[in-house]
């Protein structure tokens, strides 16, 4: 079984910084895609940033020019750091990952963290 765990949320006034991280872990062969989604009360999830294991990068608009995603290959990791935060950004973010992952087969399997509440206050 993979496990994706992520950290560094938390309240941070607008016009202030965050990063989260996310670590898969467990029997994985190989990982594609990680992104970060987000989901407000009464919202649809909704993609904020989406990274490829060779490195091509997508962000929402929502976000472009203030959040980077970026991913350590050799931890399995993925990382989203948020600048110049908005009380619109307050959501709970979740990790999502591509992975090649045994379980009672190898194969490619969709993953979802926990999910790390991230509140923007004004």
């Known amino acids: 079984q993979v496990q994706l765990v992520e950290s560094g949320g938390g309240l941070v006034q607008a016009g202030g910084s965050l990063k989260l991280s996310c670590a898969a872990s467990?029997?994985?062969?190989?990982?594609?895609?990680m992104a970060w989604h987000r989901q407000a009360p009464g919202n649809e999830r909704e993609l904020v940033a989406k990274i490829t294991s060779g490195g091509t990068i997508n962000y929402a608009d929502s976000v472009k020019g203030r959040f980077t995603i970026s991913r350590d290959n050799a931890k399995n990791t993925v990382y989203l750091q948020m600048n110049s935060l908005k009380p619109e950004d307050t959501a709970v973010y979740y990790c999502n990952a591509n992975v090649y992952s045994r379980e009672l087969v190898w194969s490619w399997r969709d993953y979802w963290g926990q999910g790390t509440q991230v509140t923007v206050s004004s």
């Open positions: 467990g029997r994985i062969g190989s990982v594609n895609d």
